[in-house]
């Protein structure tokens, strides 16, 4: 059984977004599913009711646009089904020496991993408070502990997003709201196709499933922490990041980023 009543997973059509849905489904939690594509959203809707029980209903939205946005929003804050999860999930990269890939791919990577989830949170916000209770999951990243060269865009996104979340946990202490980045490394997704990275020079053994990912992001969550970062090789990694310095980190990253492209 879910401790959730009602989820609104953002980026539900594929990859960890889909886990997401699949797992708080299974647990008996009703969900609001949201991406661009329809129909790929219905056909999940429709298996998840039939196979859980659960109510699942279809939002389609380009999150990268300010009516898609509020479009998910005005449905954050309907109180008549009210929402107690709100996954922040959607997101896009970028890989390549900055200023070689086109600007507004670059501008639309802020729009959805960023300006998205601020606008979605501070929907989410104002109604769970109201409410006493609440769980805010922002899909973060393990970029967001160093500058990442040749990601260099997507890394601050990141890092703008792992920084909102712990302060926005701190903020909620006490509110019944509870807020995690949660900041997994390389998951088998669709995403590195989509953002143009190779997979070839990472060995196989190091990439999660997306499911490992959305299970500790649940218990995580559950457990009051303010940041997770999934599976023991990448919380090795965010460990070494806080003692080695982060001049040496970037140079170890722009080399393995120089032979990529
Ligand atoms: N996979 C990894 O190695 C990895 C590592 C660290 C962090 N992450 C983060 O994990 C999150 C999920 O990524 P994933 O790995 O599951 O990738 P994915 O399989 O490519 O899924 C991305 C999801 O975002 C949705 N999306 C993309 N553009 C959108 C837009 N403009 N409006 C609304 N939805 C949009 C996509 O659906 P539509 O195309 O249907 O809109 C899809 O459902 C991202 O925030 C990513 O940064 C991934």
């Known amino acids: 059984m879910s401790d959730w009543r009602r989820a609104v997973v953002t980026g539900a ?3 960890i977004g889909e886990a997401f849905a699949r797992r708080l489904g299974a647990d008996g939690t009703d969900l609001v599913l949201v991406a661009r594509s329809a129909d790929t959203l ?4 429709d298996e998840l009711g039939e196979r859980s029980g659960v109510t699942v209903e279809v939002c389609a939205a380009d999150l990268t646009t300010p009516d898609g946005c509020a479009t998910v929003a005005a449905r954050l804050a ?17 890989s390549g020496a900055f200023g070689s890939i086109e600007l507004q791919r670059e501008v639309d990577l802020i729009a959805l991993n960023v300006t998205a989830v601020v606008r979605l949170t501070h929907a989410a916000v104002a109604r769970m408070r109201a409410q006493g209770r609440g769980g805010i999951i922002n899909v973060s990243s393990l970029t967001a502990f160093q500058p990442y060269p040749f990601g260099a865009n997507y890394g601050a996104s990141k890092a703008y997003v792992t920084s909102f979340s712990k302060a926005l ?6 509110t019944g709201v509870g807020v995690l980045a949660l900041c997994p490394g390389f998951t088998r997704t669709n995403f590195q196709s989509a953002a143009g990275i190779s997979r070839t020079p990472i060995p196989d053994w190091l990439w999660l499933q997306p499911e490992e990912v959305v299970d500790e992001g649940l ?4 457990a009051g922490r303010s940041v997770r970062v999934p599976g023991a090789a990448f919380k090795a990694w965010a460990g070494l990041t806080k003692v080695v310095p982060d001049a040496l980190i970037r140079r170890a990253l722009a080399s393995v980023g120089h032979r990529r492209h």
């Open 13 to 15: 059509s594929s990859g």
């Open 78 to 94: 309907d109180d008549t089904a009210p929402v107690d999860l709100l996954v922040n999930n959607a997101g896009i990269g970028t």
């Open 42 to 45: 219905q056909r999940l809707a």
């Open 219 to 222: 218990a995580a969550l559950a």
């Open 169 to 174: 946990h701190t903020e909620l202490a006490g």
